[in-house]
Each structure stands twice: as structure tokens, then as C-alpha cells.
């Protein structure tokens, strides 16, 4: 990173944990991602969810189809995951592993949006689980309990004790990746873990939990498009979650979980969870670690802690911000639909240069 304090200059990032649909929604979103980023790992939460190896390898096309044909943003990488069921196939995992897939992704049955095919008891994946363990193929979690009577805000908490550390204790050489963390319990779970630093389980952070808490989603009305899942939560848990990225752990890296839907499904009787910020999103990362005096430490956080612990090289390019006040545009072509990103109308600090 330049030391001018107008200007910031890191290794191309990577975006850990990233939606981008399909069809002609999906074209109109990738490129704001792959304008950023060098690789994202997609998430398979289609209709149907992305269940085999053949799944994942005909996903990834789709979205090299969708890319620029020349410029930065032609070079962008998909990394493809699997949706875990309770009907997955150990056999699955070799299959996996062998296409280029980078992992499997827990959620919890009706966890998010579309995780009704999700795993309703974790148990019935063992033999999954035991594969990837063998095999070294990460699991991607999506950290909450789903029970009606568990308050929305406890889910995350209370599946680290119910599901995460018995899980750890059956399978302790499986890698873990706990994503888009909202609470203080998260960040002191991974932190303290293990004591090497190369440790069996990381995080991912989303750039809505590093900047706002619970009372933005009611700040002068409800407001949808600052509504995900994991939910926000008290200003406790986000200043935990600034304070362990500031810090430079290398447990805890980029991850958007940017997530569109049409603004119809969002501004709706029931609302669709999930925050739009492929965008903007560098710029607000690099807003919360300025406001956090740690802007020294943004480029381990969004280039190099999450290809160190997926084993993979670290990028050769660059990504240059520069100091400017930016409008965030009101929404954005999204198919047949348009899509608003989160703090829509308002300004960013940070730019990026093309």
C-alpha cells in the first residue's frame, strides 16, 4: 500500500463469499465484481441449487460467458462450490474436488433464501464430511440455528455451541470457513480456536457488519435493503468484528456475501434477505478500515489471508482507490429488473481507479 494517504494501492483482492445468480440478472452483476476482484467463490444457492460436480462445472461457464471479452474484468475467476444436502454422495467430494471445486456449502435448511434443500441434522453428512476431511476439501458454513423458538439475533451464537464445536470435535482435521460472522462470540470462536496460525477454521466479514448495526434496518422506517441474514446486530458485536480485522488476524478475511434480488422482492410483505455491494464494495471496506486507523492492514485482510488458507496463489495485480467523494447510483439494471444497492443515493469516500 502507498503511504499518500489519498491514495491506496494493494494487491488484487479476491471476494470470499459472493452471489451473483444466473441468466441475464447474473450478466448485468458480474461485472462489478469482476471490475474488483481477481476471484470470487460463488455461492450454489440456485433453483435447482448447484448439487454435483457436472452442476458446478456447467455454473462456471455460464459465468465466463457473462464476462468482458477484454480488460481486467475478462481475467475474473469463479470459484465454484457445491450445496451440501442430506442426500449428498460421499462419492461426490473426489468428483468435486477433481472438477476444481473449492468446497461445499452448509446452510442450514431455511436458514437464507433459497436453503430449503439445505441439511436438516448435520449427522447425516458424516460420510461427506469425513470425505472432505480426507480430502481436503473445505466446508463453507453458514453459522445459524433455524429452530422457530431461538430468537433471530442468538442463531449464530447458539449454533457455535449446538452445531460448530461438536462438528470441529467429530471431524477436527476438517477445514472450516465460518461465514459473513455477525457476533462477538464468532470472532473469540475463531480467534481462539487453535494456536497455530494456519488453523483448521477461518471467517469471512461482510462489509454491512463492519459498518452498521441492528438500528440501521430501522433508521426512519423500515429499511429492506439493509436486511441479510445473518441479521445485523447490537453495536457490541460490530465493534468486535472491526476490532479483530483492524488487528491484521489472519483468521478472518474478505468475504461481500453480496447478494442481489430484484428491488421488487426487497421493497415487498416480505422481503428478501441480502445486501447488494459488489459495487462499492472495496470502497466500504476501505472506509471501515480508515475510520478504524488500520488501513495498513486492508490489504492482508482483502488479498492475502483468504489464499492462504485456501492454498491458493496470491494475485499479481493490483487494485488502486483513490480519495473521492462518490454517489452510490439508486439501483441498477438486474434482467428485466433493477437492483439497489446498499446505502443507495448516498456518497463513499474511496474510488476506484480504472
Same mark, same amino acid.
Given at each position: 500500500? %502507498?503511504? &499518500?494517504?489519498?491514495?491506496?494501492? !494493494?494487491?488484487? #483482492?479476491?471476494?470470499?463469499?459472493?452471489? *451473483?445468480?444466473?441468466?441475464? /440478472?447474473?450478466?448485468?452483476?458480474?461485472?462489478? %465484481?469482476? &471490475?474488483?476482484?481477481?476471484?470470487? !467463490?460463488?455461492? #450454489?444457492?440456485?433453483?435447482?441449487?448447484? *448439487?454435483?460436480?457436472?452442476? /458446478?462445472?456447467?455454473?462456471?461457464?455460464?459465468?465466463?460467458? &457473462?464476462?468482458?471479452?477484454?480488460?481486467?474484468a475478462s481475467q475474473f475467476q469463479p470459484l465454484m462450490t457445491l450445496y451440501l444436502t442430506d442426500n449428498?454422495?460421499?462419492?461426490?467430494?473426489?468428483?468435486?474436488?477433481?472438477?476444481?471445486?473449492?468446497?461445499?456449502?452448509?446452510?442450514?435448511?431455511?436458514?437464507?433464501?433459497?436453503?430449503?434443500?439445505?441439511?436438516?441434522?448435520?449427522?447425516?453428512?458424516?460420510?461427506?464430511?469425513?470425505?472432505?476431511?480426507?480430502?481436503?476439501?473445505?466446508?463453507?458454513?453458514?453459522?445459524?440455528?433455524?429452530?422457530?423458538?431461538?430468537?433471530?439475533?442468538?442463531?449464530?451464537?447458539?449454533?457455535?455451541?449446538?452445531?460448530?464445536?461438536?462438528?470441529?470435535?467429530?471431524?477436527?482435521?476438517?477445514?472450516?470457513?465460518?461465514?459473513?460472522?455477525?457476533?462477538?462470540?464468532?470472532?473469540?470462536?475463531?480467534?481462539?480456536?487453535?494456536?497455530?496460525?494456519?488453523?483448521?477454521?477461518?471467517?469471512?466479514?461482510?462489509?454491512?457488519?463492519?459498518?452498521?448495526?441492528?438500528?440501521?434496518?430501522?433508521?426512519?422506517?423500515?429499511?429492506?435493503?439493509?436486511?441479510?441474514?445473518?441479521?445485523?446486530?447490537?453495536?457490541?458485536?460490530?465493534?468486535?468484528?472491526?476490532?479483530i480485522v483492524a488487528s491484521g488476524n489472519s483468521r478472518f478475511f474478505l468475504g461481500t456475501d453480496s447478494a442481489p434480488h430484484p428491488k421488487g422482492a426487497k421493497e415487498s410483505a416480505c422481503?428478501?434477505?441480502?445486501?447488494?455491494?459488489?459495487?462499492?464494495?472495496?470502497?466500504?471496506?476501505?472506509?471501515?478500515?480508515?475510520?478504524?486507523?488500520?488501513?495498513?492492514?486492508?490489504?492482508?485482510?482483502?488479498?492475502?489471508?483468504?489464499?492462504?488458507?485456501?492454498?491458493?496463489?496470491?494475485?499479481?495485480?493490483?487494485?488502486?482507490?483513490?480519495?473521492?467523494?462518490?454517489?452510490?447510483?439508486?439501483?441498477?439494471?438486474?434482467?428485466?429488473?433493477?437492483?439497489?444497492?446498499?446505502?443507495?443515493?448516498?456518497?463513499?469516500?474511496?474510488?476506484?481507479?480504472?
Amino acid at each position: 500500500m %502507498t503511504k &499518500a494517504t489519498d491514495t491506496i494501492e !494493494i494487491r488484487r #483482492p479476491d471476494d470470499w463469499h459472493l452471489h *451473483v445468480r444466473d441468466g441475464r /440478472a447474473m450478466q448485468d452483476v458480474i461485472v462489478h %465484481t469482476a &471490475a474488483q476482484f481477481a476471484r470470487a !467463490i460463488i455461492m #450454489p444457492n440456485l433453483k435447482p441449487p448447484v *448439487v454435483s460436480a457436472q452442476d /458446478a462445472i456447467a455454473y462456471r461457464q455460464r459465468i465466463l460467458a &457473462a464476462l468482458p471479452k477484454e480488460g481486467v474484468a475478462s481475467q475474473f475467476q469463479p470459484l465454484m462450490t457445491l450445496y451440501l444436502t442430506d442426500n449428498t454422495p460421499a462419492d461426490e467430494v473426489a468428483r468435486a474436488k477433481e472438477a476444481g471445486v473449492i468446497g461445499f456449502k452448509l446452510y442450514p435448511a431455511g436458514a437464507t433464501t433459497n436453503s430449503d434443500a439445505g441439511v436438516t441434522d448435520i449427522r447425516r453428512c458424516d460420510a461427506v464430511l469425513a470425505q472432505m476431511e480426507k480430502l481436503d476439501v473445505p466446508l463453507l458454513v453458514h453459522g445459524e440455528v433455524t429452530h422457530s423458538e431461538i430468537d433471530v439475533f442468538d442463531r449464530e451464537a447458539i449454533f457455535i455451541e449446538k452445531i460448530l464445536e461438536p462438528l470441529r470435535q467429530r471431524h477436527p482435521g476438517l477445514r472450516i470457513v465460518f461465514e459473513h460472522i455477525t457476533t462477538k462470540q464468532a470472532v473469540e470462536y475463531v480467534r481462539d480456536a487453535d494456536t497455530q496460525r494456519f488453523a483448521k477454521i477461518a471467517a469471512t466479514v461482510t462489509p454491512q457488519h463492519l459498518l452498521y448495526n441492528r438500528n440501521s434496518i430501522f433508521s426512519g422506517g423500515l429499511r429492506t435493503h439493509y436486511y441479510c441474514l445473518p441479521v445485523l446486530k447490537r453495536e457490541e458485536h460490530r465493534q468486535a468484528i472491526v476490532n479483530i480485522v483492524a488487528s491484521g488476524n489472519s483468521r478472518f478475511f474478505l468475504g461481500t456475501d453480496s447478494a442481489p434480488h430484484p428491488k421488487g422482492a426487497k421493497e415487498s410483505a416480505c422481503g428478501c434477505a441480502g445486501c447488494y455491494t459488489a459495487w462499492h464494495a472495496m470502497s466500504l471496506y476501505a472506509e471501515v478500515f480508515e475510520q478504524a486507523g488500520a488501513l495498513d492492514k486492508l490489504e492482508g485482510f482483502a488479498s492475502i489471508y483468504g489464499p492462504e488458507f485456501y492454498g491458493l496463489p496470491l494475485n499479481q495485480g493490483t487494485l488502486k482507490l483513490r480519495r473521492q467523494t462518490i454517489q452510490i447510483p439508486a439501483e441498477f439494471p438486474f434482467g428485466d429488473e433493477v437492483v439497489v444497492p446498499l446505502r443507495a443515493g448516498e456518497t463513499t469516500q474511496w474510488a476506484l481507479v480504472e
